[in-house]
């Protein structure tokens, strides 16, 4: 079902107003339908959505709406291009970032007489242009620009973008100097983020990618921790004579209860033999 679009003059409603009635005011093109300007999502200033009243959500409902109003992007606009912006309908919404309620349009003033419509001014629909990055930029914490990241500072990447619609996802690779190995053990990570109604894309990112490999790499690896030889009794001996009963003690790491544990050990005949045993719940190994 077609809808209306919008002039210049058009009522607009703001339920938190004193006086809800508005005036929408273009300002953004010079384009005429009906010998009415032409309204777009560019029109979203103070001076465009104009009120009489005063804000409820304000202290005492003292404050004038064109004081605080505070709009941010229009909803539900036209593909149409009106120079460079989207043409809005009858049912476009804008919200109020002070009051936080939607201010719609209750009288788009398009008279639907196609008879009246004059070619030589009607809207101007422009190509699409190809979607663009502007600019990528590195932020702390504070949102302050930065040259640098390093390993397990919690940092921001803000994409800025062109030719790009609100709520689309785009994605672009990040390296590190010299290729290094940052995640996965590939020398590129793909990054993914939505871009919002300023044309950007903004992604909280904690580059610890090479430590958590390195973390992987160390838990994963099983270690001994102790090693040494014990007689019958259990007690620590340094050397073992010929006949007597000896095992060899070691603690590890990394290995689960019930793992098998296998060394091999040189004798003094320089014969290699080879030694096998089950890890336990405290992580040892006896073998006899």
Not at 94 to 121: R, S, V, Y
Not at 256 to 272: A, C, K, T
């Amino acid at each position: 079902m077609s809808k209306n679009y919008v002039c210049d003059g058009a009522k607009i409603e703001c339920q938190l107003c004193t006086k809800p009635e508005g005036t929408l005011t273009v300002t953004s093109n010079q384009i005429k339908i009906q010998g009415q300007l032409f309204a777009n999502e560019n029109d979203k200033g103070k001076p465009n959505l104009v009120f009489q009243g005063n804000c409820k959500k304000s202290p005492y409902q003292a404050s004038p709406c064109q004081g605080v109003i505070a709009p941010i992007a229009w909803q539900n606009t036209a593909d149409t291009l009106i120079q460079d912006g989207k043409a809005l309908l009858e049912n476009s919404t804008i919200m109020c970032g002070f009051g936080g309620a939607p201010i719609k349009i209750t009288d788009h003033l398009q008279i639907n007489q196609p008879t009246e419509l004059q070619p030589l001014i009607a809207p101007v629909i422009l190509p699409i242009e190809d979607p663009e990055y502007l600019a990528l930029q590195w932020l702390d914490t504070e949102d302050q620009i930065i040259t640098e990241n390093a390993i397990d500072q919690q940092h921001t990447i803000k994409l800025n973008t062109l030719n790009i619609l609100p709520g689309e996802r785009v994605s672009f690779n990040l390296s590190e100097n010299d290729t290094i190995k940052v995640r996965n053990n590939q020398e590129k990570v793909m990054i993914e983020a939505t871009v919002n109604h300023q044309g950007e894309a903004i992604i909280e990112i904690q580059n610890t990618a090479q430590q958590e490999d390195i973390d992987k790499t160390t838990k994963d690896t099983p270690l001994i921790e102790e090693m040494y030889w014990v007689d019958s009794h259990g007690n620590i001996i340094e050397d073992a004579s010929s006949g007597q009963q000896i095992g060899l003690y070691i603690k590890v790491a990394n290995l689960e209860e019930g793992e098998e544990l296998s060394i091999s050990l040189d004798d003094p005949n320089e014969n290699r033999i080879s030694l096998t045993g089950i890890v336990d719940a405290d992580g040892i190994v006896l073998l006899k």
